[in-house]
């Protein structure tokens, strides 16, 4: 089955400076990779996603990169806010099946 | 927007006990998946439903089961509870069968089982 190895698995930046969470997958079938972040106690929220026929994707701060032949994508976070402290969470799938989440990256901005 | 929507939101239950998690997806979601999260980890896939049948299977285990109704809202039912199944339970929904769409989660089920 599919394996998404994340990291880091803690990540401490300070406000205005750019958070950048890495992961790999095994599985050459997965062409589905979303980003969740999960705020304590809450459920995850989708953050952006990319599809295999996509290298790159933007929206506003956040940004999601994706290289099919190494098989990894990264998650990057420019001008971090405070409230983007949370734990953040990369995902693969074959589209329509199930999600397969890496491990998490805590994410904490200081003022 | 309408989200996902499951309840209860706490439940408490003791050993060999039985609970029953519901979840209301977003309308015209047809695709419902079920996760299960433990404390600092991440979520894990229990089961899927698309158009009332099973579309999906993970580590769900035995002593529970789940099904998608009519109208499109499911059921996680969990017997003889272990203290392990101690957790947050998830639910989550896609429109298209989940096809190159989003999967958008509710806000959970905590399940304390003592």
């Known amino acids: 089955g599919e394996n998404v190895e994340q990291h880091p698995s803690t990540l401490s930046v300070q406000e205005g400076d750019s958070a950048v969470i890495k992961c790999t997958y095994s599985?050459?079938?997965?062409?589905?990779f979303p980003w969740y972040k999960q705020e304590l106690g809450k459920g995850p929220q989708l953050i952006i996603d990319i599809r295999s026929n996509v290298g790159e994707k933007k929206d506003q701060r956040i940004a999601v990169t994706l290289n099919k032949t190494a098989k990894h994508f990264s998650l990057h976070i420019t001008e971090t806010q405070p409230e983007d402290s949370a734990v953040y969470f990369c995902?693969?799938?074959?589209?329509?099946?199930?999600?397969?989440f890496g491990k998490g990256t805590s994410l904490l901005v200081t003022p | 927007a309408a989200g996902v929507i499951q309840s209860p939101r706490h439940l408490i239950k003791e050993k060999r006990e039985t609970a029953t998690l519901k979840c209301y997806p977003i309308?015209?979601?047809?695709?419902v998946y079920w996760y299960q999260q433990g404390p600092g980890q991440d979520p894990q896939f229990l089961i899927s439903f698309y158009e009332k049948m099973q579309s999906d299977k993970g580590s769900i285990p035995d002593r529970f089961s789940a099904q998608q109704f009519s109208d499109y809202h499911s059921e996680l039912n969990m017997s003889s509870l272990e203290l392990g199944d101690s957790a947050l339970y998830f639910c989550?929904?896609?429109?298209?069968?989940?096809?190159?769409?989003?999967?958008?989660f509710g806000q959970g089920t905590r399940l304390t089982v003592v």
């Open positions: 989550a929904s896609s429109p298209l069968g989940g096809m190159n769409t989003e999967a958008f």
């Open positions: 309308p015209r979601h047809d695709t």
């Open positions: 995902a693969a799938s074959n589209s329509g099946y199930a999600l397969n």
């Open positions: 599985d050459s079938a997965s062409n589905y």
